[in-house]
């Protein structure tokens, strides 16, 4: 389900879906790579950045989740307009010494965030020659969030690695088709192909012609849904 709603504060287009209990998830689709999520009366935000969105007039959230430390990902300000006494503050290490705070995570790492959800910290990484610079293996993450059995895949700033064959049973992935900085559309086709998400949607995409990842996955079995991003 799309609501248009508009582009004003908390009023972006959003999709909805449900767990496994019938529960609502509802997904945000704000800019570029920010997003937000919301779940049994509690909002998650990811990558929140000022530039995208006026956070002063958002609720405030209860888990910020932060994949690496690019100023297009990683905004000071925009964390703390979000942040209330008990905000949960999820974050990789850089980002953690720019910032001076947050609960770091590393790939590999599991938590408990509340009851029936769990994340997990995945790698996210450049493997084309010359552009390992921009996102180097072991520094970022990409989250799995498992919310009452729906498991939400973020992919952060990566190109198509092959620790994407790990993923399982991924009901959402966001992957940003953003070359040379992510994929490329080819790129992310393969990636998608890795794990055969439900539901695809490509984010991080600037001027790509993302079109093409929607003809290249016809008949995949993956429902590829073209969001405004940019």
């Not at 905004?75 to 947050?102: C, P, V, Y």
């Given at each position: 389900m799309l609501i248009s709603l508009g582009t004003s504060a908390a009023t972006f287009d959003k999709d909805t879906f449900r767990t496994k209990s019938g529960k609502k998830i509802v997904i945000t689709f704000i800019k570029h790579g920010t997003l937000g999520l919301r779940y049994d009366n509690k909002t998650y935000e990811i990558d929140p950045?000022?530039?995208?969105?006026?956070?002063?007039?958002?609720?405030?959230?209860?888990?910020?989740?932060?994949?690496?430390?690019?100023?297009?990902?990683?905004?000071?300000?925009?964390?703390?307009?979000?942040?209330?006494?008990?905000?949960?503050l999820i974050i990789n290490g850089s980002s953690a010494e720019k910032i001076g705070k947050g609960e770091v995570m590393k790939n590999g790492d599991t938590r408990k965030l509340?009851?029936?959800?769990?994340?997990?910290?995945?790698?996210?990484?450049?493997?084309?020659?010359?552009?390992?610079?921009?996102?180097?293996?072991?520094?970022d993450n990409g989250y799995v969030l498992t919310i009452?059995?729906?498991?939400?895949?973020?992919?952060?700033?990566?190109?198509?690695?092959?620790?994407?064959?790990?993923?399982?049973?991924?009901?959402?992935?966001?992957?940003?088709?953003n070359q040379p900085y992510t994929m490329t559309v080819e790129q992310a086709v393969h990636a998608a192909r890795?794990?055969?998400?439900?539901?695809?949607?490509?984010?991080?995409?600037?001027?790509?012609?993302i079109e093409g990842l929607k003809d290249a996955l016809k008949g995949s079995g993956i429902d590829v849904r073209i969001r405004q991003m940019q």
């Amino acid at each position: 389900m799309l609501i248009s709603l508009g582009t004003s504060a908390a009023t972006f287009d959003k999709d909805t879906f449900r767990t496994k209990s019938g529960k609502k998830i509802v997904i945000t689709f704000i800019k570029h790579g920010t997003l937000g999520l919301r779940y049994d009366n509690k909002t998650y935000e990811i990558d929140p950045v000022s530039m995208y969105a006026d956070y002063t007039k958002f609720p405030k959230a209860d888990y910020i989740l932060v994949t690496h430390e690019h100023a297009d990902h990683l905004d000071a300000k925009a964390i703390d307009a979000l942040t209330k006494n008990n905000t949960q503050l999820i974050i990789n290490g850089s980002s953690a010494e720019k910032i001076g705070k947050g609960e770091v995570m590393k790939n590999g790492d599991t938590r408990k965030l509340a009851d029936k959800v769990t994340i997990e910290a995945v790698p996210a990484y450049n493997t084309t020659p010359g552009r390992e610079k921009f996102h180097p293996r072991h520094r970022d993450n990409g989250y799995v969030l498992t919310i009452d059995g729906f498991r939400i895949y973020i992919a952060g700033d990566t190109e198509d690695i092959p620790e994407m064959k790990n993923l399982k049973n991924i009901d959402v992935a966001f992957l940003p088709v953003n070359q040379p900085y992510t994929m490329t559309v080819e790129q992310a086709v393969h990636a998608a192909r890795m794990f055969s998400p439900k539901v695809l949607y490509p984010y991080h995409y600037g001027d790509t012609k993302i079109e093409g990842l929607k003809d290249a996955l016809k008949g995949s079995g993956i429902d590829v849904r073209i969001r405004q991003m940019q």
